[in-house]
């Protein structure tokens, strides 16, 4: 059970737009910087955004993030099949003093 | 080029211990805090432990379900973060992580992830 709360899938079509949710509370989302992951299949996971809404460089704008409270939500647009891959969600619980990960959403670009 | 590359990695019996290494290169090594991070197969990410950097007295901190087992050291001569892992056990097995953790002055975040290194605890 991981103490941030993801949908364990979401699909659409390509071209369409799709949102993955992230669910906390007031020790993790609530008081810090949300970060999310990409891991495509059998690679390591790799930064997607940073500080609730930061794209690194390198990532496309298609990707967005954004918070409220003690939710996030990954927003993709103009899906392409390509972004099939594992999303999650990251960020520092202070009352676990530790990390804390959702437990990851597997995107289906149908 | 930031790069991260682990080592170590293997097969040890339950109640066995082993050591893994991750050598950075590309950045100033010394500035960052470096985490470890782990997956068990077909599952999700679960974070293991932080090495921080001078400035913040070299602290650690660990998850729940290796603490006082695991241990994350750093030599920054080296350029190098270790994690000791004693009494194994095989819900340890999984595939290790070694990350860069970045700070742009909000919250910290992982930007720079190694290509794992598998460790399976299996009798």
């Known amino acids: 059970q991981s103490v941030l709360t993801q949908p364990p899938s979401v699909s659409a079509t390509p071209g369409q737009k799709v949102t993955i949710s992230c669910s906390g509370s007031?020790?993790?989302?609530?008081?810090?910087?949300v970060s999310w992951y990409q891991q495509l299949p059998g690679t390591a996971p790799k930064l997607l955004i940073y500080?609730?809404?930061n794209r690194p460089s390198g990532i496309p704008d298609r990707f967005s993030g954004s918070k409220s409270g003690t939710s996030a939500t990954l927003g993709i647009t103009g899906l392409q099949t390509g972004d099939e891959a594992d999303y999650y969600c990251?960020?520092?619980?202070?009352?676990?003093?530790?990390?804390?990960f959702g437990g990851g959403t597997k995107l289906t670009v149908l | 080029e930031v790069q991260v590359v682990e080592s170590g990695g293997g097969l040890v019996q339950p109640g066995e211990s082993l050591r893994l290494s991750c050598a950075a290169s590309?950045?100033?090594?010394?500035?960052?805090?470096m985490d470890w991070v782990r997956q068990t197969p077909g599952k999700g990410l679960e974070w293991v432990g932080r090495?921080?950097?001078?400035?913040?007295?070299?602290?650690?901190d660990y998850a729940a379900s290796v603490k006082g087992r695991f241990t994350v050291s750093r030599d920054d001569s080296k350029n190098s973060v270790y994690l000791q892992m004693n009494s194994l056990k095989t819900e340890d097995t999984a595939v290790y992580y070694c990350?860069?953790?970045?700070?742009?002055?909000?919250?910290?975040?992982?930007?720079?992830w190694g290509q794992g290194t598998l460790v399976t605890v299996s009798s």
């Open positions: 990350v860069r953790v970045d700070y742009n002055n909000y919250g910290h975040y992982f930007d720079h």
């Open positions: 590309g950045f100033t090594f010394s500035d960052h805090y």
């Open positions: 090495s921080r950097n001078k400035p913040k007295g070299y602290t650690t």
């Open positions: 007031s020790s993790n989302i609530g008081n810090d910087y």
């Open positions: 500080d609730n809404n």
């Open positions: 990251g960020t520092w619980d202070s009352r676990l003093k530790a990390v804390v």
